[in-house]
């Protein structure tokens, strides 16, 4: 299947999925609550329906700048999409648990006028619900960043990198919501953290360099004893990866392409840091995809290896090549709860630390989100990583 076709057929069903819940929404808050100035709020829903698709499109070909407000109003509708349908699902479901209990009691009350006042109820409850976690979480996502201090204890670490800090970014998507003047903010947390190495582990953008350069210069600024690593997130991918490298190199930055670099001491001890391509890139053609051989070519076998890698599974090819710590980001922690638990069906490792096998791994929840302004059970994570 060309990729042609599977864009169109992806679409297709996102654009019926988008349809259908939009449907289900204007049922449950407009057409079963009979509500006043009916015309006016469908419409509303329309508008709501359409300005995360439209805004997306727009920011290809507008300056960021005038974008960013339509894509600030469609990725919060979008949030609260999501809320409002969990919220109803979780109501019908105890319908249909009354329901069966009232067909098992052959009971036959129904009641129009009771049925439209407990769906205007209902429809009150949920949108109290919905705005209350919105404002909860649109103030929580732009509080300052989480800084996480983590402790991970290295096998035969040498010596020398007793103490080592590495402080980890990821998913910030300039592009998305995130601006400027909020980077700047976030290069100021890490330098103040002293770190010895800053990993970058992916999705740094959505959007064409030509339109978000500006955006991302804070970078230049972040300083760290033994250097920057950048690894590509699958966003990269989506915004034409070879011209975010290069815009990246330009600040200073190491881009570890399916390649590693030694971090050595003066006393010549070392460790070696190795940095694969995300996992979708061989989509993009085959030098964009992740090669593991490639990265881990020359290393000896009793090196400690720190990997960066943004996807989380990738643990299982890393633990085949005795990694010690791995980095990655990617899953956001699933960024607004309860949709966390549908990711962790996909993201067996969704945030936080873990192992698997011989191979330490930390999930970093996402310095910045992507889509909607909001963090619920979850935060914009730094993390202060120190070995030891």
Same mark, same amino acid.
């Given at each position: 299947?060309?990729?042609?076709?599977?864009?169109?057929?992806?679409?297709?069903?996102?654009?019926?999925?988008?349809?259908?819940?939009?449907?289900?929404?204007?049922?449950?808050? !407009? /057409?079963?609550?009979?509500?006043?100035?009916?015309?006016?709020?469908? #419409?509303?829903?329309?508008?709501? $329906? =359409?300005?995360?698709?439209?805004?997306?499109?727009?920011?290809?070909?507008?300056?960021?700048?005038?974008?960013?407000?339509?894509?600030?109003?469609?990725?919060?509708?979008?949030?609260?999409?999501?809320?409002?349908?969990?919220?109803?699902?979780?109501?019908?479901? @105890?319908?249909?648990?009354?329901?069966?209990?009232?067909?098992?009691?052959?009971?036959?009350?129904?009641?129009?006028?009771?049925?439209?006042?407990?769906?205007?109820?209902?429809? +009150?409850?949920?949108?109290?619900?919905?705005?209350?976690?919105?404002?909860?979480? !649109?103030?929580?996502?732009?509080?300052?960043?989480?800084?996480?201090?983590?402790?991970?204890?290295? /096998?035969? @670490? &040498?010596? $020398?990198?007793?103490?080592?800090?590495?402080? %980890?970014?990821?998913?910030?998507? !300039?592009?998305?919501?995130?601006?400027?003047? *909020?980077?700047?903010?976030?290069?100021?947390?890490?330098?103040?953290?002293?770190?010895?190495?800053?990993?970058?582990?992916?999705?740094?953008?959505?959007?064409?360099?030509?339109?978000?350069?500006?955006?991302? *210069? &804070? +970078?230049?600024?972040?300083?760290?004893?033994?250097?920057?690593?950048?690894?590509?997130?699958?966003?990269?991918?989506?915004?034409?990866?070879?011209?975010?490298?290069?815009?990246?190199?330009?600040?200073?930055?190491? =881009?570890?392409?399916?390649?590693?670099?030694?971090?050595?001491?003066?006393?010549?001890?070392? !460790? #070696?840091?190795?940095?694969?391509?995300?996992?979708?890139?061989?989509?993009?053609?085959?030098?964009?995809?992740?090669?593991?051989?490639?990265?881990?070519?020359?290393?000896?076998?009793?090196?400690?290896?720190?990997?960066?890698?943004?996807?989380? &599974?990738?643990?299982?090819?890393?633990?085949?090549?005795?990694?010690? @710590?791995?980095?990655?980001?990617?899953?956001? $922690?699933?960024?607004?709860?309860?949709? $966390?638990?549908?990711?962790?069906?996909?993201?067996?490792?969704?945030?936080?630390?873990?192992?698997?096998?011989?191979?330490?791994?930390? =999930?970093? %929840?996402?310095?910045?989100?992507?889509?909607? &302004?909001?963090?619920?059970?979850?935060?914009?994570?730094?993390?202060?990583? *120190?070995?030891?």
């Amino acid at each position: 299947m060309n990729r042609m076709l599977t864009l169109t057929i992806f679409f297709g069903l996102f654009a019926i999925a988008v349809f259908g819940v939009h449907y289900y929404l204007w049922k449950r808050l !407009i /057409k079963d609550t009979r509500l006043n100035k009916k015309k006016f709020f469908t #419409v509303l829903l329309i508008f709501l $329906g =359409v300005s995360f698709p439209v805004s997306f499109g727009l920011a290809k070909v507008i300056p960021y700048n005038i974008s960013f407000y339509l894509l600030w109003i469609g990725n919060l509708w979008l949030g609260m999409m999501l809320l409002y349908l969990f919220s109803f699902l979780f109501i019908d479901f @105890l319908y249909l648990f009354i329901y069966t209990f009232n067909k098992f009691k052959k009971s036959n009350d129904y009641n129009p006028q009771r049925r439209e006042f407990i769906s205007k109820s209902i429809a +009150l409850g949920a949108s109290t619900v919905v705005f209350g976690a919105t404002a909860l979480s !649109i103030k929580k996502y732009y509080d300052i960043a989480t800084v996480k201090k983590v402790k991970i204890k290295i /096998k035969n @670490l &040498p010596d $020398g990198f007793n103490r080592f800090k590495i402080v %980890q970014i990821s998913d910030i998507h !300039i592009g998305q919501i995130m601006r400027k003047h *909020t980077l700047q903010g976030i290069v100021k947390q890490v330098n103040e953290l002293k770190p010895d190495m800053i990993a970058i582990t992916g999705d740094l953008a959505d959007g064409s360099v030509g339109f978000l350069y500006d955006e991302i *210069t &804070p +970078l230049k600024d972040l300083k760290s004893k033994y250097g920057v690593f950048f690894v590509t997130g699958n966003h990269e991918y989506y915004s034409g990866a070879q011209q975010w490298i290069d815009a990246v190199k330009k600040f200073g930055i190491t =881009v570890l392409e399916n390649e590693n670099r030694e971090i050595i001491l003066k006393n010549g001890q070392k !460790i #070696v840091v190795i940095g694969t391509n995300d996992r979708e890139g061989g989509r993009f053609g085959k030098k964009n995809a992740p090669d593991f051989k490639k990265a881990f070519k020359d290393i000896k076998q009793e090196s400690v290896k720190i990997l960066l890698t943004h996807q989380p &599974p990738d643990v299982e090819n890393a633990s085949k090549y005795n990694v010690d @710590l791995m980095l990655s980001g990617h899953t956001h $922690g699933g960024q607004i709860w309860p949709f $966390g638990y549908i990711v962790q069906l996909q993201q067996k490792y969704l945030k936080g630390y873990f192992k698997y096998r011989n191979t330490q791994l930390y =999930v970093n %929840q996402g310095t910045g989100c992507w889509g909607p &302004p909001m963090r619920l059970g979850t935060e914009n994570e730094i993390t202060d990583i *120190t070995l030891i």
